[in-house]
């Protein structure tokens, strides 16, 4: 009987339980040598990755990552030493079990500098995703729907795609909780309509008040420390938080296109404030790293991704308007310090436009993509901004796409709206400022 006991102890010992992978894979950020991948298992499990250069037979080992309850049973590969411009697949088991049944597939940056043009390439753009789910959702009709619009995006074949802000929505079981804050985390990353794009393409974030707290939290929320601690598990993008700033302000370069991703949320002041000039959206150590990284880029085009619209004119909302001064304290400094070629990607409005801002000869743009399954906003249309560009108001679900094409000398951006079934809305061509 003591050996039969023995025995069993040994099994449970020896033999993983098995965990199923719930989320996942998602492509993080892609460099020309590295690469991120980030899962989610429903329970503790050991990962283990192998990966391969596409059509090759040898296949290596990335390594493995202990899932936990701490970390909401993530992990985040990091797999180095790649070679560029190349495509490798990789498969991944979970406690010795083959996850999936085909290999999944990345590919690195291209080494194109000193030796050929800037390669062509299509950005995806979009924000405001609400995942319904009943027990926590006001009664009524679903907030969220339309949730194919994340096929029709993968369908586009983007090489990056760009999450704008509000991009889980937190609810009110959720927000004052570590826990809670990672359910809904775990919610929205684990809804089988989201896994194919997830897969498809380097994912990179921003956050905006769904994500950080309660509808408008400000730099006072008392949890935001728990807000930028899930941000950072689930999300992979590359690149610590610029020196100085707290919260998730970092930047990258993709091809010829440099991103600059700000956190308008961890400093933010109310826009209820009294007097509008101690009004803070981003704070003056975000504005200084923007302003320096801004002017130190030979990027074709610097692209500023930030949760609230920052060349609407109407102070309307948390409109970046709502700021004036310290609004005019950024565009003067990109006007003053002749920096060209600035795009701001924003959403969070529930509409999607294009503004366009010319300031001492330096033309400045703001793409504003939403929303994605949340409700529309249908008053947009009686907004004065006196910004917009004429025809980009669009009043439906869906996303935006940015394709980068052209010799370095000649490059620009083709701007696309469209509706959540993929269907083209809006074109604008934004060109190269010489």
Known sequence: MKKLVLSLLLVLVVVPVLAQIVAGPMLGY???????????????????????????????NAGSLRTKAETAFTAQFQLGKL?????????????????????????????????????????????????????????????????????NIAAKNPDMMLWLGDNIYLREADWSSRSGIFHRYSHMRQQPYLQKLLAACPQYAIWDDHDFGPNDATGSWAHKDLSLEAFNLFWMNN???????????????????????????YHRSSERLHDSCSREMLGQAQIKWLIDALKGSNASFKVVAVGSQVLNSEALYENYAQYPCEREQLLAAIAREGIKNVVFVTGDR???????????????????ASPLSSKVGNNRDNEKNRNRVAGSLQLKRGFATLDVRGDRKNRELVLQFNDSNGQLLYEQIIPRQP
């Open 30 to 60: 892609a460099e020309m040598r590295e690469v991120g991948i980030w899962l989610q298992t429903e329970k503790a499990a050991l990962l283990n990755l192998e990966y391969r250069v596409a059509g090759s037979e040898k296949w290596l």
């Open 83 to 151: 070679e560029p411009g190349t495509t490798y697949e990789y498969r991944i088991y979970a406690n010795a079990k083959l996850f999936g049944k085909t290999p999944y597939s990345f590919k690195t940056q291209k080494l194109w500098q000193w030796r050929e043009e800037p390669p062509a390439f299509r950005i995806a753009l979009g924000s405001c995703h609400y995942a319904s789910e009943a027990a926590y959702d006001r009664p009524g009709e679903p907030y969220g729907g339309d949730y194919q619009v994340f096929d």
């Open 239 to 265: 690149g610590r938080a610029a020196a100085g700033v707290p919260g998730i302000t970092t930047s990258f370069q993709f091809n010829d296109i440099a991103f600059f991703l700000l956190d308008n949320r």
């Open 350 to 368: 529930h509409h999607s436009e294009l503004s366009k801002l010319e300031l001492d000869g330096i033309v400045m743009y703001d793409i504003t």
